[in-house]
């Protein structure tokens, strides 16, 4: 993902628009990977290593309100994380 589509500088993360559709995305940087559920609010998971969310050890887990306020600082959150 280009710097122009993604919402964060550090990861492939898509805009807004691309959750507010009601998706899920997951992705990875190295060993960090992160899973974000689309629902009543956006909820983010974190872990190392390549297994599926199902099948991983969650290290983090925040919930954000599905807005574009709520978007922004789980944007923020997952970055920190990801560091």
């Not at 919402?7 to 998706?23: H, K, Q, T, V, W």
């Not at 290290?59 to 920190?80: D, V």
Request: proline share 1%; with cysteine; charged share 30%.
């Amino acid at each position: 993902m280009s710097s122009q589509t993604s919402a964060s500088a550090i990861l492939d993360i898509p805009r807004y628009y691309y959750f507010s559709s009601g998706n899920d995305y997951s992705g990875s940087l190295g060993d960090f990977t992160y899973k974000i559920k689309n629902g009543d609010n956006l909820k983010a998971m974190t872990w190392h290593g390549r297994l599926c969310s199902e099948k991983a050890e969650i290290e983090n887990e925040m919930e954000f309100e599905r807005s574009e306020s709520g978007f922004e600082a789980m944007i923020k959150w997952l970055e920190e994380m990801c560091r």
